[in-house]
């Protein structure tokens, strides 16, 4: 399962505006943050955490194996490098408009290292009650009103419905092993079908909800996973943006929201799970179905 | 940002690929002047940034002079799927004698750039197996001369074409990686009879995220034209944008306009679309799109408010967001109910739905409670919510 309650935890960028407010959300729920970076302010503290120049002075005096990258989206290649050279095992893009090529970059560069990614332009995930990485859900009153431990697991494209769908699963008793906003953008570290090949050997899920949205191939590459290998998990998906389907070439909400050339329509995302044998509602109401 | 032809050939021009010559005018004058200076029959095309010009009546041959400045008249300052034509480019009409597709794009499955060659031709190549080559490469390295061949190997090319079409998807590649491009295609690219290869027509998208390191590379390719909407903005859109840009704390003015009278302020990302699916199922008529998220002020959220209520026959507002984690929803309550006040109305009157449940919903409640509005937390779904807009608008119409 993604997200040791035990791993220590690195922000890079710790002493942004964003970053600050999440430290001590993160702090407050039990976040295990021993340190941060932000070059030139070194010696400084956030929150109580000492702050550092480089991950490679902060390495001499902590051993984190997460980080979470929150710096501005034409320092996100080094930052990751920089964790990625020193060992770093799970690492949280938060960054919105990092260039594809970036992100090519970073996902070729942390398989060669072991590295799971998640994101860019995520809010992060949480393990109810457990952990959480990162600002979802926001401040800690919102998060225990949201999020409900439990045995479904939420994967998202949007880091608000993250916590919507949450919410909305919390408000009828059914709660979450783990919620991941993967990230809006086109182009992502761990996907839908990386996630559900992980949730498979996981013994605290028994089933997921999956978000989708126009755009991109995220939605059919997991129809033809499962197609090829059934899952023994119950796996309910709702996509937004059918209107999305008839305004070819327009852009709406997340970078990844397109429609081009006919290709990542909602309709021919739900037709290919539903041939992969996953329940798409058609309604967010019906998200309920068969979940316990 | 999408270039426009005559932008996207002299940026891959830069990397070695060989185009037909080609002029760019602006007026018929100057259109016969260029046939006249290349000789023979031309193609007269319209340098607008979208796909599918011979389609859109865009591109245009002409046997002489005379008739290139007659097919220049006619496509000067027309509109062209909205988009107002304002320069032609005049090329040689070439004789070939096969014609192939290359192009580079992400693999998002493989999250790795792509090349692609193909005897096929179209933008369809992904489709047919037999006469496409594809082939993932390191962004790190480019793609390796073994591979370009073996691409063009694949597809049975020999001789003089094999080596030329794998020094063009070396080419394609280099400017792929280092313009920050999305997606580059030349089609049609077509072999001549000594076996060489020309480019006829060529599409360069560069990223919009990448622009702030793309500038200097694209600045002697002139004014970039932006076709984001895929039609030109309305003075809606613009004055929202406007708006937006006013403050860069949060989104509030990413406006699309639609027919209905129902206004929408929704959000954020992935929650608009949902809302505006199901405003749609209930039988609404949105009368625009918007985003609200990532912690608007209250001024930027009025001004919003105050301009989607300014559309002719819109009587109602629609505020739908998710659970809120950063944004505020006592800032969204107070800008609302102003901008509601500033266009002369009352809030009770317009607001058929206001659900913006999380940060601070305690203090967003206390404030429409005192504008005389209801407020819906989370126990009221998205989908509910939707069918409440519609319902109450319909009522009050």
């Known amino acids: 399962m993604l997200l040791d309650p035990q791993a220590e935890i690195m922000v890079q960028g710790i002493t942004g505006r964003e970053a600050r407010a999440m430290v001590a959300d993160m702090l407050e729920y039990g976040g295990n943050i021993v340190a941060g970076v932000t070059p030139g302010k070194g010696g400084q503290e956030v929150q109580g955490i000492p702050v550092y120049d480089s991950v490679a002075q902060l390495k001499a005096n902590h051993a984190p194996t997460v980080t979470i990258v929150s710096v501005p989206a034409r320092a996100v290649l080094e930052a990751t490098r920089e964790a990625l050279a020193q060992g770093i095992e799970l690492c949280l893009i938060m960054s919105e408009r990092v260039p594809r090529l970036d992100t090519c970059k970073i996902i070729a560069e942390a398989k060669q290292a072991g590295c799971t990614i998640v994101g860019p332009n995520s809010l992060g995930l949480i393990r109810p009650h457990i952990a959480k990485l990162g600002t979802i859900g926001g401040r800690i009153d919102n998060v225990q009103r949201s999020f409900l431990p439990g045995r479904t697991a939420v994967l998202s494209r949007s880091g ?14 059914i709660g979450q092993s783990i919620a991941v906003g993967v990230g809006g953008d086109t182009i992502i570290g761990a996907t839908f079908t990386e996630l559900i090949t992980m949730l498979e050997d ?22 033809s996973y499962l197609s090829a290998c059934r899952s023994r998990l119950r796996i309910n998906a709702f996509l937004s943006g059918r209107f999305v389907d008839d305004l070819e070439g327009v852009r709406f909400g997340h970078a990844a929201v397109i429609v081009e050339g006919g290709r990542g329509s909602v309709r021919g995302k739900k037709q290919a799970l539903r041939d992969a044998g996953v329940f798409v509602a058609d309604r967010f109401d019906d998200l309920l179905q068969g979940l316990s | 940002m999408r270039l426009v032809e005559h932008q996207s050939r002299k940026l891959l021009s830069g990397y070695g690929i060989a185009f037909t010559d080609s002029v760019v005018v602006s007026t018929a004058a100057e259109a016969a002047a260029a046939a006249r200076r290349i000789g ?29 400045a007659g097919e220049a008249e006619q496509l000067l300052g027309t509109d062209l ?54 082939q993932t490469f390191d962004p790190s390295l480019g793609l390796a001369v073994g591979d370009s061949r073996g691409m063009a190997a694949k597809l049975g090319l020999g ?6 079409a794998a020094t063009l998807l070396e080419q394609l590649a280099n400017a792929f990686l280092e313009t920050d491009a999305v997606l580059i295609e030349i089609n049609p690219l077509v072999e001549q009879t000594d076996g060489e290869l020309l480019g006829l027509d060529a599409h360069v998208e560069i990223e919009d995220d990448a622009m702030y390191r793309q500038q200097e590379r694209l600045a002697p390719l002139g004014e970039l034209a932006s076709t984001n909407t895929g039609r030109p903005p309305t003075p809606l ?37 949902t809302v505006f699916d199901a405003i749609l199922d209930h039988g609404g008529k949105p009368a625009n799109y918007c985003e609200v998220g990532g912690n608007p002020t209250p001024e930027k959220v009025a001004a919003v408010t105050e301009l989607l209520l300014s559309k002719p026959g819109v009587s109602n507002l629609a505020v739908v967001m998710n659970v809120v984690n950063n944004t505020r929803a006592d800032d969204i309550a107070a800008g609302v109910v102003a ?57 009050a119409t």
């Open chain 1, 202 to 223: 996981d013994e605290s899920t028994d089933a997921v909800v999956i978000y989708g949205e126009p755009g991109g191939t995220a939605e059919e590459e997991l129809a």
């Open chain 2, 339 to 395: 901008g509601v006040r500033q266009t002369g109305q009352e809030p009770a009157d317009v607001i058929s739905v206001f659900r913006v449940p999380g940060n601070r919903e305690q203090e967003a409640h206390d404030i429409l409670t005192a504008a005389g509005v209801p407020f819906c937390g989370r126990e009221a779904s998205l989908d509910e919510c939707a069918r409440l807009a519609v319902q109450r608008g319909d009522h």
């Open chain 2, 237 to 273: 859109e613009l004055e929202a944008a406007r708006i937006d840009a006013m403050d860069h704390r949060g989104v509030a003015g990413r406006v699309v306009e639609f027919d209905g009278n129902l206004a929408l302020l929704i959000g954020g990302g992935g929650a608009s679309l």
């Open chain 2, 81 to 134: 799927r909205g988009v107002p034509v304002t320069s032609v480019s005049v090329e040689s009409k070439v004789r070939f004698s096969r014609e192939l597709y290359a192009g580079i794009a992400w693999d998002t499955t493989d999250k790795l750039p792509v090349a692609l060659l193909s005897t096929g031709g179209g933008i369809d190549v992904e489709l047919s197996d037999e006469h496409v080559a594809r």
């Open chain 1, 160 to 173: 608000g419905m993250t916590t919507e769908i949450a919410s909305f699963l919390t408000t009828h008793g």
């Open chain 2, 159 to 164: 001789g003089r074409t094999l080596e030329a």
């Open chain 2, 40 to 68: 023979g029959p031309v193609m007269v095309k319209a340098q607008v940034p979208f796909g599918g010009r011979a389609k859109a009546g865009a591109v245009r041959s002409a046997e002489t002079a005379e008739a290139a």
